[in-house]
């Protein structure tokens, strides 16, 4: 374990068995309709790679990334678009790949901007869920794992840009941003 941790919540083998689990029911629904995956960078960026080789429908993978003014634990609920989409969404199967639903501010900002574009269906698939954290209601079609109201870092996710390379997913010391 990474020795800014204090414990790992999720291991590599957790996530990739509910990341093909994840694939398999999005699949189904989808059946040969085709989807088109916005991941939202920069957390979603290994999550999405990983999901959409679990998706047997037939998908398009687009980015967007937000920032979120705020402390880099807390986000603040005020989003700016920093890079847009480069397909147009209206009359398609939009599916918003995130990483973390903690506030549900950013998805909320999000999804009312994509919903303006009229898409002809507009769902959300969390890696996370911080389900004991007081949240704007969002409803996350697709969640891989309720987690606790804690920092957690890798998989995609980072403090201060780092840890986004580790294989798991852990809670990151309390230290190393009270510092
Ligand atoms: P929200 O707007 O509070 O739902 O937070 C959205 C974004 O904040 C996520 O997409 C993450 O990038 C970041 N975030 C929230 N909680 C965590 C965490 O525990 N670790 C790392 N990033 C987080």
Redo the contacts with the bound molecule.
């Keep these: 374990m990474h020795p800014d941790l204090d414990h790992i919540v999720l291991t590599e083998d957790e996530i990739k068995r509910r990341v093909a689990e994840l694939g398999e029911q999005v699949s189904r629904d989808y059946g040969e309709e085709s989807i088109l995956l916005i991941a939202?960078l920069?957390?979603?960026a290994l999550f999405v790679a990983d999901l959409a080789r679990e998706i047997t429908s037939p998908i398009e993978i687009d980015f967007m990334a937000?920032s979120?003014y705020g402390s880099s634990?807390?986000?603040?609920?005020v989003?700016r678009i920093i890079k847009d989409l480069e397909e147009l969404i209206e009359g398609r199967n939009v599916l918003v790949v995130?990483?973390?639903?903690?506030?549900?501010?950013?998805?909320?900002?999000l999804l009312k901007n994509l919903a303006s574009r009229k898409p002809k269906t507009l769902e959300i698939v969390?890696l996370?869920y911080?389900k004991d954290?007081q949240?704007v209601p969002?409803s996350c079609k697709y969640v891989g794992f309720d987690?606790p109201?804690?920092?957690?870092?890798g998989y995609g996710?980072?403090?201060a840009e780092r840890y986004r390379n580790l294989p798991y997913i852990g809670v990151?010391r309390r230290e190393i941003y009270a510092e």
Aim: charged share 30%.
């Design positions: 939202v920069r957390g979603a937000v979120s634990t807390e986000s603040s609920g989003v995130e990483d973390i639903i903690d506030t549900g501010l950013t998805l909320k900002y969390s996370l911080k954290k949240r969002i987690v109201d804690e920092f957690v870092v996710l980072d403090y990151l």
